[in-house]
Each structure stands twice: as C-alpha cells, then as structure tokens.
C-alpha cells in the first residue's frame, strides 16, 4: 500500500559526498518521523538520522557533523547528504517511514536499501 523508493547509492572515494533520496508513494494522508538507517555486514542495523515532522533532526554520533537529513514534504521524499564520507559508511543503507493511511491508521513502510560503498 506504501512504497518507499530510493536512489543515490555508489562508489565513492573517501572524503566525497553522496545524497541518497527515498520517495514514498501510495494511498498516504501524512508522514510523520522519517529515518535513515545502515547495516554493513556482520553488523546490526543502526538509526543514523531522524527528521520529525516538523523537521527537528537527530544524528547518531558516528555521523554527526557530516550527514544531513531533510525532507521535501510537498514531494513526499526524504534526503540524506553525507558529505566527508569514510569507508566505515561503507553499508547498505534504508530509508523508514512512519506513514498515516486512511482510517486513521497508521504504518511503517522501509525501502529496499541502497549500498554505498567508500573506498580508501
């Protein structure tokens, strides 16, 4: 019923710049938190950024100072620019919604994931 779809992952070298984006489509009334999360292998899925509704945002300190998150409500779509990039960012990452449907009801949609990878 919601679908999120992203787009912006690659190779990059360290210290370069990537801006992931996520677009949510569907039978959607509002969205409220919109997240970004990461899991490199072996690994367990970590929070690296959360935008409110309002648009208060909070970072994981791994990322704090050299990520961005934002988002274009009128388009539906979440963005993170991660500027400064180290290859410990190298992971596959997802973007996450907490999204209204009609009767009142709430749900949480997750994309596929994206992989960004950065080389040494």
């Known amino acids: 019923q919601v679908q999120l779809v992203e787009s912006g992952g690659g190779l990059v070298q360290a210290g370069g710049s990537l801006r992931l984006s996520c677009a949510a489509s569907?039978?959607?009334?509002?969205?409220?938190?919109m997240s970004w999360y990461r899991q490199a292998p072996g690994k367990q899925r970590e929070l690296v950024a959360t935008i409110s509704r309002g648009g208060s945002a909070d970072y994981a300190d791994s990322v704090k100072g050299r990520f961005t998150i934002s988002r274009d409500d009128t388009a539906n779509t979440l963005f993170l620019q991660m500027n400064s990039l180290k290859p410990e960012d190298t992971a596959v990452y997802y973007c996450?919604?907490?999204?209204?449907?009609?009767?009142?009801?709430?749900?949480?949609?997750w994309g596929q994931g994206t992989q960004v990878t950065v080389s040494s």
């Open positions: 569907g039978t959607i009334r509002s969205i409220n938190d």
């Open positions: 996450n919604a907490g999204v209204r449907i009609p009767f009142g009801r709430d749900t949480t949609a």
